[in-house]
């Protein structure tokens, strides 16, 4: 009963994606990435930042224990992310940030040889 309580099941309808922040476009206003417009270098950036990987994170553990691919996961990202990430947006963790996030991260082999990443919320995981 106990191990209920705190099951990912349980646990997910306290979660919460955080909104979108602003972009720091300011930063990259004289020194862009080269070929990139100041917009997209924040996009960029932000796209591997904590920031994201906790949204990515919240996502998935919004889900319960339900395991999700990457599409899966792209599909359940809100729209206010989606429009702030434009080209950027992703669902993708690899172990080393999905470990700390209580996140369990496993792989299935497609036939043509690519990999699938699946990504589950942990047990106890908050």
């Known amino acids: 009963m106990q191990t209920d ?42 796209a591997s930042s904590d920031v994201y990987m906790d949204m990515l994170a919240a996502v998935i553990k919004s889900q319960g224990g339900i395991q999700l691919s990457s599409d899966g996961v792209n599909a359940l990202i809100p729209g206010d992310w989606r429009n702030l990430m434009g080209k950027y947006l992703h669902a993708s963790m690899v172990e080393w940030q999905c470990k700390p996030r209580g996140i369990e991260l496993s792989y299935l082999s497609r036939p043509d040889g690519f990999p699938v990443f699946m990504y589950q919320a942990k047990e106890g995981a908050q």
Request: hydrophobic share 45%.
């Open 5 to 46: 309580l705190f099951s990912a099941a349980s646990l997910a309808r306290t979660i919460q994606v955080p909104p979108a922040p602003v972009l720091d476009m300011a930063r990259y206003q004289e020194w862009p990435f080269p070929g990139c417009t100041p917009p997209e270098c924040a996009q960029a950036a932000l």
